[in-house]
Nanobody, 124 residues
Framework: QVQLVESGGGLVQAGGSLRLSCAAS????????MGWFRQAPGKEREFVSA????????NYADSVKGRFTISRDNAKNTVYLQMNSLKPEDTAVYYC?????????????????WGQGTQVTVSS
């Protein structure tokens, strides 16, 4: 059974940092692109960042460029999202996802596997 498990969410003050992790099990994700998406209450899910399996292609949403950094450790089947200078508008449930086509696309429909999400709350 394929499983993606996010961790690292929590409550932080504006300007603070969090590091999210997503551990994959059940299959090898070493050749998949991995992405992070988020969904705030009452809003649609939105793309945050994605990384190809080699790390050679990385995408960020404009809203997080310069503040968030995505990385991965294929030996550990884990992808990370370092989030700095957090803002209240970053509050959302953050989901990681795996894209077997390795496109690192911003489009959620390319991602075949999804985690359950981890809550990030940024207080002002």
């Amino acid at each position: 059974q394929v499983q993606l498990v996010e961790s690292g969410g929590g409550l932080v003050q504006a300007g603070g940092s969090l590091r999210l992790s997503c551990a994959a099990s059940g299959r090898t994700f070493g050749t998949d692109a991995m992405g992070w998406f988020r969904q705030a209450p009452g809003k649609e899910r939105e793309f945050v960042s994605a990384i190809s399996w080699t790390g050679g292609k990385i995408n960020y949403a404009d809203s997080v460029k310069g503040r968030f950094t995505i990385s991965r450790d294929n030996a550990k089947n884990t992808v990370y999202l370092q989030m700095n200078s957090l803002k209240p508008e970053d509050t959302a449930v953050y989901y990681c996802a795996a894209d077997p086509t390795n496109s690192a696309t911003i489009y959620g429909y390319n991602y075949a596997y999804w985690g359950q999400g981890t809550q990030v709350t940024v207080s002002s």
